[in-house]
């Protein structure tokens, strides 16, 4: 049996450097692999295979390409880093905020990045529709936007689920179907979005959705509508602030179905506390 190969605390191996042995890692097949605990030269620390470190395949942890604030990584841009994160198991990595193409913003590791990250997820999303789909348009804008309004009320793990899916917004049967929701909508304008409109709090369907400027989506949002109370006219957040009552409660009521002249003055009457001018 060869003699175990001594390592050395300080030990140096192209950027790595050595700090401790670390308990050894055993293959599928019962081998044990020897692992050491190092520090690369730019700070982070990871758990080394030390046959990747004696026969140079490991030399850093990536970090000889560079990521920096506007660099691309396919349908990622990197926006900023963020504050290095430490695993389970001990090893702490470079994490850094990016934007996708789609829109959609997530926290990305170092290594993910240049081990061949290319979106927040929406690119296997649609290679998995792609593959059943013949229609020409993935890829592109209104691709993208029917891609993402099935995404935020489907999954649990996107970061808007909260305010679609959670509230119990629903894509109709319909637009389950490309092609039927490029016939209803056609071609976004150029500066528009889509929006659930005349009830924004309706699901997405033909009846219930628009192209709509950022501004008419602004006026459009729950906090922004008028209500009218004994002949006085404000926006939701005015009488929210003027009663002094729950957005969280008030919005409960609305959901269930309580109109919200009446979620208010009922809200205002609990508190002994009316609406004044």
């Known amino acids: 049996m060869p003699a175990k190969k001594i390592i050395t605390p300080g030990e140096r191996f192209g950027l790595w450097k050595v700090l401790a042995e670390d308990r050894d890692r055993v293959t599928p097949g019962g081998r044990p692999i020897r692992h050491v605990l190092c520090v690369c030269d730019c700070g982070v620390q990871k758990t080394?295979?030390?046959?990747?470190?004696?026969?140079?395949?490991?030399?850093?942890?990536?970090?000889?390409v560079p990521i920096t604030p506007g660099k691309r990584f396919g349908r990622l841009t990197v926006v900023k880093e963020l504050p290095r994160h430490t695993t389970s198991g001990g090893n702490v990595q470079r994490q850094f905020f990016c934007r996708c193409d789609c829109g959609e913003e997530r926290s990305v590791v170092a290594g993910a990045l240049r081990n061949g990250r290319q979106s927040c997820g929406c690119l296997a999303f649609e290679s998995t529709r792609k593959r059943s789909t013949k229609h020409g348009y993935a890829g592109t804008k209104l691709y993208l936007v029917w891609n993402n309004m099935w995404r935020r009320c489907t999954e649990p793990t996107n970061d808007r689920y909260a305010q679609y899916g959670g509230r119990?917004?629903?894509?109709c049967d319909r637009w389950e179907k490309f092609e039927n929701f490029l016939a209803d909508m056609g071609e976004p304008p150029a500066g528009m979005s889509i929006d659930r409109y005349p009830n924004n709090d309706g699901?997405?369907?033909?009846?219930?959705?628009?192209?709509?400027?950022?501004k008419e989506q602004a006026n459009n949002k729950r906090c922004s509508r008028p209500v009218t109370i004994d002949g006085v006219t404000r926006p939701i957040t005015d009488?929210?602030?003027v009663v002094g009552i729950s957005k969280t409660v008030l919005y409960r009521r609305m959901?269930?179905?309580?109109?919200?002249?009446?979620?208010?003055?009922?809200l205002s009457a609990a508190r002994t506390k009316p609406p004044t001018e």
């Open 48 to 64: 080394v295979s030390l046959q990747n470190l004696t026969s140079g395949l490991s030399k850093s942890c990536g970090c000889e």
């Open 168 to 171: 119990g917004i629903r894509v």
């Open 255 to 266: 959901r269930i179905g309580l109109d919200p002249a009446e979620a208010i003055v009922s």
């Open 203 to 214: 699901n997405y369907e033909p009846d219930n959705c628009r192209w709509a400027s950022a």
């Open 239 to 241: 009488w929210i602030k």
